[in-house]
């Protein structure tokens, strides 16, 4: 076999011959692919709008907006989907669709500044508590990886009183200042944390306090994002696979994103393509996901095998690191998979739908089969209708999720500008003198009655979406990352 011994464990020997063939026919497709991507990178440099506004130097490159990408015809098919009947190959046909797929669920640009505004009013109300305090985003928006319906990750350290206290202040804060429509404070949690909701916008956060391990973990998913291009694509269309099937929460038994992205991580640090160089040049999104389903729904032994991500990926025997976890297994899968941060922690031991994740890994194995060996119409999605449902309101609403909320009790004032509190800061009063308006008592204050706000209804039309680059690194260039929030002013 020679050079191609690397393929023991995911290629029969009669496939191997195949397999050559199929690389040579992608490399001659992906030729002609590049070609056309070229001709139409041209035309668009010759139809583009001189008044276009620059994109801020943290996008690095932003190309390809929404409007010069072919509109879908059939109203039946995914707003994503772009027909390419010039590409025959099925397994290249499913790599474009993942990209485009990726793109719809990409941050705007609106987007990206509606959730910068909503840390820096959090981080805001923070300060005005605790001066000395810090601020830190974290999670997947920190990392690139987040969905359009995502939350934000708030980390709040160097606070002089106990976490539940300072959930307690920081909520009574935001509530007086009409920041919020909605909160909940979850004490009992391993990671006590507070949920809230925008009353401006609409988004949500999760704050939590004192605890550094977030961001540390964040810091290495999003340093491993860049080692592996492949693993930002795969991760968000995996994201939502999971999310609309209820199985993307840790509380409930599923795979939370941070175990998603260890387990991506640990079956991109052992694909074979890693081995030759020939292979990787082959190797496109298509393949990575059949391959992933059928790793994680045929071939990975849950019963004596564990996971490690550290010095490369590696399988240790789960009896000799974690013996308690055969006890408990109950006869069905039980993940093991250790933590790069802290070895001794397990974090698949919450995940206990383990048996339910491994079936749905396995059907939608069979699924990408049947569309193979069918050789799916280029005038259909390939995602759509076995592997995503594209009447989930993530992707239904995908446009509209940002929306004005009423505020969390009528009797309190909507917050104002700044420009507006600078006005009424310093009144004139009757003489010419300045005062604060603030001091001012003695005028009563008039009752009114104060409605809640309705919903800001958005414009049908969808928001352009860019595709981010990333042209200082080759190697990374074809999947792009979101803006490095890191280097907000945040602390």
């Known amino acids: ?286 393949h990575l996901l059949f391959d992933f389903l059928k790793y994680y729904g045929q071939e990975f032994n849950y019963t004596s095998h564990g996971i490690s991500v550290l010095e490369g990926g590696s399988i240790f025997p789960k009896t000799e690191r974690f013996p308690e976890k055969n006890k408990r297994s109950g006869g069905g899968p039980v993940l093991c998979l250790e933590s790069p941060l802290s070895t001794s922690m397990d974090l698949g031991g919450a995940c206990f739908r383990m048996p339910v994740l491994r079936n749905l890994f396995h059907h939608a194995f069979h699924c990408i089969c049947h569309l193979m060996v069918t050789r799916s119409a280029p005038e259909v999605s390939m995602l759509c209708p076995l592997l995503i449902d594209p009447a989930h309101p993530v992707i239904t609403d995908r446009f509209k999720l940002m929306a004005e909320q009423p505020v969390a009790f009528a009797g309190l004032p909507k917050p104002k500008s700044v420009e507006t509190e600078k006005k009424q800061k310093r009144l004139p009063n009757e003489n010419g003198q300045a005062q604060d308006s603030h001091n001012d008592t003695k005028q009563p204050m008039k009752k009114r009655k104060i409605q809640p706000t309705q919903p800001v209804t958005q414009p049908t039309q969808p928001v352009p979406i860019e595709r981010i680059h990333e042209e200082a690194d080759d190697a990374t260039a074809a999947f792009g990352f979101h803006e490095d929030v890191s280097q907000w002013d945040l602390v």
């Open 1 to 286: 076999m020679g050079d191609l011994e690397f393929t023991t464990g995911w290629l029969r020997e009669e496939d191997v011959a195949i397999h050559e063939e199929d690389a040579e026919r992608n490399a001659e497709q992906a030729e002609r692919n590049a070609s056309m991507r070229s001709m139409l990178k041209r035309r668009r440099e010759e139809t583009k709008d001189t008044a276009a506004v620059e994109a801020p130097e943290a996008f690095m490159a932003v190309k390809n907006s929404m409007s010069s990408r072919k509109r879908v015809v059939d109203e039946g098919q995914p707003p994503w989907f772009v027909a390419r009947p010039h590409i025959e190959n099925t397994v290249l046909r499913l790599h474009e669709e993942i990209l485009d797929f990726v793109d719809f669920m990409q941050h705007t640009r609106e987007e990206i500044h509606a959730r910068r505004k909503w840390v820096q009013s959090i981080k805001e109300a923070c300060v005005a508590l605790w001066p000395a305090c810090k601020v830190s985003v974290f999670g997947s928006f920190f990392t690139g990886l987040s969905l359009p319906n995502g939350d934000v990750d708030v980390a709040v350290s160097e606070i002089p009183c106990k976490s539940a206290s300072a959930m307690k202040m920081l909520a009574d804060h935001m509530l007086s200042k009409g920041q919020i429509s909605w909160l909940e404070i979850i004490e009992t949690a391993k990671v006590p944390v507070m949920k809230v909701r925008s009353q401006s916008s609409g988004l949500r956060a999760d704050v939590v306090f004192s605890q550094p391990d977030g961001l540390q973990s964040s810091k290495f998913i999003r340093s491993k994002v860049k080692e592996y291009p492949q693993m930002k694509p795969l991760l968000l269309f995996l994201k939502y696979f999971l999310l609309q099937r209820g199985l993307h929460e840790t509380y409930t038994g599923g795979m939370g994103s941070y175990l998603l992205c260890n387990v991506v991580l640990h079956f991109l640090q052992r694909h074979p393509s890693l081995k030759n160089g020939r292979f990787y040049a082959g190797t496109s999104l298509g």
